[in-house]
């Protein structure tokens, strides 16, 4: 999506930035892990195609993705931002007749920083940027059964399950926004601001 591509989005341990170009190496470094692949139920790409769908993913008006950074590390100059980066996330509009029902997906691809309470700081500030900008009014989220981590965390936010389906090995967990779940959601990110990503990033220098 064109809508995010200059919104930097800072939050108490991390910062969402747009997806861009320079961010594709390390993007493909990730990608590379089986585990991921797995976690993600994606295929490997080649480095040309993961440049082709950044680029894609920049012009989708159905897909918005942030980069995930490390707040702490970012906030030195000295650090290049692919350096800084921990994961993605991202939220897909899947229902064309439906543009208030968004997909969430959430990676924390760096192992060191799993477990850390950061996946539900980024999910917070996804469903919030969702909410306010993209007037997003229900969730979604598909898990693998095996993937313990993200079913509990997804659930301790507030999702129930939609559908089970043992033949993809998946769960369909599901929230719906109402003004109860919006204020309790932008109550729990009010520490979260919005910069311009261009200026914030040449103050970095």
């Given at each position: 999506?064109?809508?995010?591509?200059?919104t930097?989005?800072?939050?108490?341990?991390?910062?969402?930035?747009?997806?861009?170009?320079?961010?594709?190496?390390?993007?493909?470094?990730?990608?590379?892990?089986?585990?991921?692949?797995?976690?993600?139920?994606?295929?490997?790409l080649?480095?040309?195609?993961?440049?082709?769908?950044?680029?894609?993913?920049?012009?989708?008006?159905?897909?918005?993705?942030?980069?995930?950074?490390?707040?702490?590390?970012?906030?030195?100059?000295?650090?290049?931002?692919?350096?800084?980066?921990?994961?993605?996330?991202?939220v897909?509009?899947?229902?064309?007749?439906?543009?208030?029902?968004a997909?969430?997906?959430?990676?924390?691809?760096?192992?060191?920083?799993?477990?850390?309470?950061?996946?539900?700081?980024?999910?917070?500030?996804?469903?919030?940027?969702?909410?306010?900008?993209?007037?997003?009014?229900?969730?979604?989220?598909?898990?693998?059964?095996?993937?313990?981590?993200?079913?509990?965390?997804?659930?301790?936010?507030?999702?129930?399950?939609?559908?089970?389906?043992?033949?993809?090995?998946?769960?369909?967990?599901?929230?719906?926004?109402d003004?109860?779940?919006?204020?309790?959601?932008?109550?729990?990110?009010?520490?979260?601001?919005?910069?311009?990503?261009?200026?914030?990033?040449?103050?970095?220098?």
């Amino acid at each position: 999506m064109r809508i995010n591509e200059n919104t930097l989005l800072e939050g108490k341990n991390v910062v969402l930035v747009p997806y861009n170009a320079e961010h594709v190496p390390r993007y493909h470094v990730w990608m590379g892990s089986e585990e991921l692949q797995k976690l993600t139920a994606s295929e490997p790409l080649s480095l040309e195609q993961e440049y082709e769908m950044q680029s894609s993913w920049r012009e989708d008006d159905d897909k918005c993705t942030f980069i995930v950074l490390d707040k702490q590390k970012w906030a030195e100059p000295s650090v290049p931002e692919e350096q800084c980066m921990l994961g993605d996330v991202n939220v897909f509009l899947t229902d064309p007749d439906d543009r208030s029902l968004a997909e969430v997906e959430v990676m924390i691809a760096e192992p060191s920083y799993r477990g850390r309470g950061l996946g539900k700081e980024v999910v917070q500030m996804m469903m919030t940027y969702a909410i306010t900008r993209l007037d997003i009014k229900k969730f979604e989220v598909k898990i693998g059964l095996d993937n313990g981590v993200s079913i509990a965390l997804f659930k301790k936010l507030g999702f129930a399950e939609l559908s089970l389906s043992e033949v993809f090995g998946e769960v369909t967990l599901g929230m719906d926004v109402d003004e109860a779940v919006r204020s309790l959601l932008l109550g729990n990110t009010g520490f979260m601001k919005e910069h311009e990503y261009g200026k914030s990033r040449d103050n970095r220098h």
